[in-house]
C-alpha cells in the first residue's frame, strides 16, 4: 500500500502539477504566444523521444523476445489512434473551418485537446448538456496524452521494484517538465474562448489526473511478470510515440513554420539523454 501511495503521489506532482503549473504561465503570454508555445512544446517533444527510446524500449527489450516488444509498440500506436480517430470523426463537423481539405493533424493551438469545440458551443450560448459533452469530448482528447505518459512511470516504477529511484524517478520528473508546456497548450486556448482565468488554470491542473490513472494501470500490468513488463513499457512507449510524432511535433511545425521546431527536438533528445544517463 505504502508503494502505491508513493506512486499516486510522486505521478501526482508530475501530472497534474506540471501541466497547472503550465496553466499558471500561460497567463503570461499573450494571444499570439504560438511561436513560444509551439517551441517549447517541440522540446517536450524532444525529451519523450529519448525517453521511450533509449530508456523504455531498452528495458523492455532486456525482459522479453523484440517480437513481443515489437507487437506492444504497436498495439499502443494503434490503440491511440484509433481513440483519436474516433473523437475527431465524431466532433470535427462541429467546428467551421474543418472540413476534408483541412491537415489530418492539428494546425492550431486549440485543435490538439479540442477545445475549439468547447469554445464553439460557449460562443452559440448552447445548453449545458451540449457543453458537458463538449467538456467530456476535450477531457478524453487530454487523457489519451497523458494516460501514456503516466503508464511510462507506473511500468518504470515496477521495474525498479517499487523503488521511486533511476529511471522511475528520472521519468517522472521529465514527464513533469513535459507537462509544463502541454498545460500552456490546454490554458491558452480556453482563456483565449473566453473561460476565466482561474478556471483555465483549474480545468488544466485537472487534466492531469488521468497521469496518475495511467501510472497504476502501468504499475499492475508491469507486476504481473517479466512479460508483463515489458508489455506495459512497449505498450506505453508506442502510445507515446504516436502522441509525439502524430500529434506534438506536427502541430508545432504547423503553428510555428520554419526550422526552429526542428532545433529544440534536437536539444530535448540530447537533454533526455543527459538526463537519463546523469
Not at 512497449?234 to 526550422?259: C, D, H, N, T, W
Request: aromatic fraction near 8%.
Amino acid at each position: 500500500m505504502n508503494e502505491i501511495f508513493t506512486l499516486v503521489k510522486v505521478t501526482a506532482l508530475a501530472g497534474m502539477v506540471g501541466t497547472g503549473l503550465g496553466g499558471v504561465l500561460s497567463g503570461l503570454f499573450k494571444k499570439d504566444s504560438v511561436k513560444t508555445v509551439s517551441l517549447l512544446l517541440s522540446f517536450a517533444g524532444g525529451v519523450m523521444v529519448s525517453i521511450v527510446c533509449f530508456d523504455l524500449i531498452q528495458s523492455a527489450i532486456e525482459k522479453a523476445h523484440i517480437f513481443w516488444v515489437c507487437l506492444g509498440i504497436i498495439t499502443g500506436v494503434s490503440v491511440v489512434y484509433l481513440l483519436n480517430l474516433f473523437i475527431d470523426n465524431h466532433t470535427n463537423f462541429e467546428v467551421r473551418h474543418i472540413g476534408k481539405h483541412h491537415p489530418q493533424t492539428a494546425d492550431n493551438l486549440d485543435e490538439i485537446i479540442h477545445s475549439n469545440h468547447l469554445s464553439v458551443h460557449l460562443k452559440r450560448h448552447d445548453t449545458k448538456i451540449a457543453l458537458l459533452g463538449a467538456g467530456i469530448i476535450m477531457a478524453c482528447a487530454i487523457a489519451l496524452h497523458n494516460l501514456p505518459e503516466g503508464m511510462t512511470i507506473g511500468a518504470s516504477f515496477a521495474n525498479t521494484h517499487g523503488v521511486m529511484e533511476g529511471s522511475a524517478l528520472v521519468l517522472a520528473i521529465l514527464i513533469g517538465i513535459h507537462n509544463i508546456p502541454e498545460g500552456m497548450a490546454i490554458a491558452v486556448p480556453l482563456i483565449n474562448g473566453g473561460i476565466r482565468r482561474r478556471y483555465a488554470i483549474l480545468i488544466t491542473a485537472l487534466s492531469g489526473f488521468p497521469t496518475i490513472i495511467g501510472a497504476l494501470i502501468g504499475y499492475w500490468v508491469g507486476d504481473i511478470g517479466p512479460l508483463g513488463l515489458a508489455m506495459s513499457l512497449s505498450f506505453a512507449s508506442g502510445a507515446m510515440l504516436y502522441v509525439v510524432f502524430g500529434e506534438i511535433l506536427p502541430q508545432s511545425i504547423l503553428m510555428y513554420r520554419s526550422k526552429s521546431p526542428t532545433f529544440f527536438v534536437i536539444l530535448g533528445i540530447l537533454a533526455g539523454l543527459m538526463i537519463i544517463h546523469f
